[in-house]
């Protein structure tokens, strides 16, 4: 199957600080790309998603400018938690497609916000 | 309308046992219903996937089993390994909608040597 790859795997900021997580499919070309969440032992839950070269259609409920969507490229999107809190730590995971096919999803990003 | 129910929530088998994780739909227009697997730390892995045309689809030890006007469709693993042991994900998405997938709660499933 097609690579999808996140950086970083982790990383722990200070409260208040922004935090960028990348995602990027690493053999094909993606003409979209979603952003999940995920607390422990429970579902993803949509954040948002994005074409390349247009804004990110974000989820019911989920703040867009608490949470920067980018997708600059075809093989890469990004997102910024800005003034992150205690409350946004969470495991973050994006999943890029082309048209007609399968999902693919990267092996996320754990945020721990102190 | 764009939940997708699913049970058991947890689910201990002993190794060779067959563990059965059913979901339910209530969007008659999703045409596509994945499962995915997911290891602690990890992004969720495409395990098996079918469209609504079929019953029934088979990938080496899993197979779904689908039932269109129940709305229902599950996932049987077969002769189980401990390996197996990870949390697994039924979704459904409608292609026209640009394949946002609507995940299930997940099923915890074990099993024991």
Redesign the interface.
Same mark, same amino acid.
């Given at each position: 199957g097609a690579v999808v790859s996140q950086h970083p795997s982790w990383v722990i900021c200070k409260s208040g600080t922004s935090v960028k997580i990348e995602c990027r499919s690493l053999d094909f070309q993606a003409t979209t790309m979603f952003w999940y969440r995920q607390f422990p032992k429970q579902s993803l839950m949509l954040m948002a998603t994005s074409n390349e070269g247009s804004k990110a259609t974000y989820e019911q409920g989920v703040e867009k400018d608490k949470f920067l969507i980018n997708h600059a490229s075809l093989t890469l999107s990004t997102l910024t938690v800005t003034s992150a809190h205690p409350e946004d730590s969470s495991f973050y995971i994006c999943s890029a497609k082309r048209q007609n096919t399968e999902a693919f999803f990267g092996q996320g990003t754990r945020l721990t916000v102190v | 309308q764009q939940q997708v129910k699913q049970s058991p929530q947890s689910l201990i088998v002993q190794k060779g046992g067959i563990p059965i994780i059913n979901c339910a739909y209530e969007n008659t227009a999703f045409d596509y219903f994945?499962w995915?697997q997911q290891f602690p +730390?990890? +992004?969720?892995?495409?395990l098996i996937?079918i469209r609504p045309d079929v019953s029934e689809k088979k990938e080496g030890r899993f197979t779904i089993s689908f039932n269109k006007s129940a709305k229902q469709f599950s996932l049987h693993i077969m002769d189980s390994q401990p390996g197996d042991s990870a949390t697994y994900?039924c979704a459904a998405s409608r292609?026209g909608s640009?394949?946002?997938?609507?995940? +299930?709660? +997940?099923t915890?499933l074990t099993v024991n040597p």
């Amino acid at each position: 199957g097609a690579v999808v790859s996140q950086h970083p795997s982790w990383v722990i900021c200070k409260s208040g600080t922004s935090v960028k997580i990348e995602c990027r499919s690493l053999d094909f070309q993606a003409t979209t790309m979603f952003w999940y969440r995920q607390f422990p032992k429970q579902s993803l839950m949509l954040m948002a998603t994005s074409n390349e070269g247009s804004k990110a259609t974000y989820e019911q409920g989920v703040e867009k400018d608490k949470f920067l969507i980018n997708h600059a490229s075809l093989t890469l999107s990004t997102l910024t938690v800005t003034s992150a809190h205690p409350e946004d730590s969470s495991f973050y995971i994006c999943s890029a497609k082309r048209q007609n096919t399968e999902a693919f999803f990267g092996q996320g990003t754990r945020l721990t916000v102190v | 309308q764009q939940q997708v129910k699913q049970s058991p929530q947890s689910l201990i088998v002993q190794k060779g046992g067959i563990p059965i994780i059913n979901c339910a739909y209530e969007n008659t227009a999703f045409d596509y219903f994945p499962w995915y697997q997911q290891f602690p +730390g990890k +992004g969720p892995a495409l395990l098996i996937a079918i469209r609504p045309d079929v019953s029934e689809k088979k990938e080496g030890r899993f197979t779904i089993s689908f039932n269109k006007s129940a709305k229902q469709f599950s996932l049987h693993i077969m002769d189980s390994q401990p390996g197996d042991s990870a949390t697994y994900f039924c979704a459904a998405s409608r292609e026209g909608s640009g394949s946002r997938l609507t995940f +299930g709660e +997940g099923t915890q499933l074990t099993v024991n040597p």
